[in-house]
């Protein structure tokens, strides 16, 4: 085995949990749980702590907020204070009221059904980044977020590794190339390779303890 095969192994082994999983999600192509993905990939692209944005997103499922109608008819202090629950208090007034703004518009144009907005972009992604990013709050790197996490139910966006994911993957002194990247990856998912290299991209210390690792098993 190579050291570029040993660093991914011991990334994707350490490190390969989706951010949806963390958050308690089992994502499915079904309503609930691919809304409150995009919810979670909202609550990431802010600038506070991913352990945070999970923590968040758990809080909003615990008092019910789990799906667009809830969200939606859910008062706005409701909202705050659930995002307060999961630690989000820098952005919370706002994050709150575009939680309900997001809601209402996902309801309103798209039945409540992200699955509608899938067969709207017809395997397009820059359709589909389009779409997502009417959501108000979900910028580019959130529509990325949701992208990364959704490609093992959505496969025709995979292998999906966006720009932090490939970060993840240079500072790691691995290939830019994302079919070269999954196919290191061996059987482990897309959504998990970029979950893992994302790590590496926001942490130094990731990737730092994997080619440190690598470098240990390659030399006995």
């Not at 050291?3 to 994502?27: F, S």
């Not at 009221?97 to 395997?123: M, P, W, Y």
């Not at 994302?198 to 390659?218: E, G």
Request: charged share 30%.
């Amino acid at each position: 085995m190579t050291g570029k095969q040993n660093v991914l192994r011991i990334l994707l082994r350490e490190h390969g949990r989706t951010y949806a999983a963390e958050a308690g999600i089992r994502l499915r192509n079904t309503p609930q749980p691919l809304y409150r993905t995009l919810v979670l990939a909202s609550l990431l692209s802010a600038r506070i702590r991913a352990s945070v944005a999970v923590a968040t997103a758990r809080a909003l499922y615990d008092v019910g907020l789990r799906d667009p109608r809830r969200t939606a008819d859910a008062t706005w202090q409701q909202r705050v204070d659930a995002l307060g629950k999961g630690g989000y208090r820098r952005y919370d007034e706002r994050t709150a009221t575009q939680l309900g703004d997001g809601a209402r518009l996902l309801l309103d144009d798209f039945g409540g059904d992200l699955r509608t907005v899938r067969e709207c972009a017809d395997g397009d992604v820059d359709e589909l980044r389009a779409l997502l990013r009417r959501t108000p709050g979900l910028g580019p790197a959130g529509a990325d977020i949701f992208l990364r996490e959704v490609q093992d139910v959505w496969p025709e966006y995979a292998p999906f590794l966006d720009a932090k994911a490939l970060q993840g993957a240079e500072r790691l002194g691995l290939p830019d190339e994302p079919a070269a990247l999954v196919r290191g990856a061996g059987d482990a998912s897309p959504a998990r390779l970029a979950a893992a290299l994302v790590r590496a991209a926001l942490d130094q210390r990731v990737a730092d303890d994997c080619l440190a690792r690598a470098r240990r098993r390659t030399a006995d």
